[in-house]
């Protein structure tokens, strides 16, 4: 059974651009959580969504957004990018809503340096 | 103050020691308590979850909540030089987002 397959693995961006990333759930899950992982903050939750709907929403700027595709696959996008995006950012995928819990399964991530 | 706090260490010890990882939480509402483990350039996999308050053992590990305290601990017996990695721990209330730690980076030296 595969996993959760993110890419791109990395990215490198420009101050003031735009990314988009994306995320593959485990088959048959329909939920897909993401976060962002930084040394001084650790991981913080971005948004949730469950059958294309935002379910939950953390505490970031207007900037960052997301999506989910009747496949149950997920973008992330963020725009006017600065330097404090910097991180990785994980998704994890689950059967049901809530963010999965014990049954969420984490992807490898994306590495986005914006420089 | 954060919901889940946690040490970052770095935590440093010699192969064979026992290793004690804790973190302590402030949202009453937590009914799962988690422990995942993440190596360099990996996500975090779920080492294990105890429910409630309690011990809980696999192997080598032992997870334990005291929801009195609000407190979470890991223990690693026989620590290996493949348990270095950072560790995670989160809380979840079974309908909202997990909330983790910081995490704790720890080296298990041969």
């Known amino acids: 059974k595969a996993g959760v397959t993110q890419t791109p693995r990395y990215l490198i961006k420009t101050r003031g651009q735009q990314v988009t990333l994306s995320c593959s759930p485990i088959s048959g899950h329909r939920s897909v959580s993401w976060y962002q992982q930084t040394p001084g903050q650790g991981l913080q939750f971005l948004f949730e969504?469950?059958?294309?709907?935002?379910?939950n929403k953390g505490n970031f700027p207007g900037r960052f957004s997301g999506r989910q595709f009747s496949n149950s696959r997920s973008e992330m996008n963020v725009s006017t990018l600065e330097l404090g995006d910097s991180a990785l950012y994980l998704c994890a995928s689950s059967l049901g809503p809530g963010g999965g819990g014990t049954e969420a399964f984490f992807g490898q991530g994306t590495r986005l340096t914006v420089v | 103050q954060k919901e889940v706090e946690q040490d970052p260490g770095p935590l440093s010890v010699p192969e064979g020691a026992i290793v004690s990882l804790n973190c302590t939480y402030s949202?009453?509402?937590?009914?799962?308590f988690m422990w995942y483990r993440q190596y360099s350039r990996k996500g975090p996999e779920l080492l294990m979850y105890t429910y409630s308050s309690g011990n809980k053992e696999d192997g080598r590990f032992t997870a334990q909540v005291d929801k009195s305290s609000k407190y979470i601990s890991l223990f690693i017996r026989d620590s290996q030089p493949s348990d270095s990695a950072t560790y995670l721990c989160?809380?979840?209330?079974?309908?909202?987002?997990?909330?983790f730690g910081k995490g704790t980076r720890l080296s298990v030296i041969a």
């Open positions: 949202n009453s509402a937590f009914q799962y």
């Open positions: 969504y469950f059958s294309e709907t935002q379910r």
């Open positions: 989160a809380g979840y209330s079974g309908n909202t987002p997990l909330v």
